[in-house]
């Protein structure tokens, strides 16, 4: 059975922070310095942000497969779970959004 390095695991996983990090801080800069963003531009950005999320689990867990060299369990985790994290995300949206119609739709005129 293999050690696991656990300061490098944890190096690893604060350099994966320290990305994520960015991404949050240019939505909110995208939103503050439009004034007013569309919502439909904001929702197929999610789309698309969750979709890249998704297809970087399926590279990496590929790759980790393969037994690539680069490949690392620790990122390779990380990234399935933060593609089904924001999967999850986006259906709960998705739900509240057909609630809030039907909800309207069935509103008395």
Partial sequence: MSQIDVNNLL???RQL???TKPVEQSFTAAASASGQTDF???LKK???SVADAQTDAGTQAAAFERGDE???LG???VAINKADLSLNTLTQVRN???DA???IMNMPV
């Fill in 101 to 103: 119609y039907n909800n």
């Fill in 75 to 77: 990122r390779t985790m």
């Fill in 46 to 48: 999610s789309i698309a």
């Fill in 96 to 98: 509240k959004l057909v």
């Fill in 40 to 42: 439909s531009s904001l």
């Fill in 11 to 13: 190096s690893q996983m």
């Fill in 70 to 72: 680069g490949a690392d």
């Fill in 17 to 19: 922070s320290l990305q």
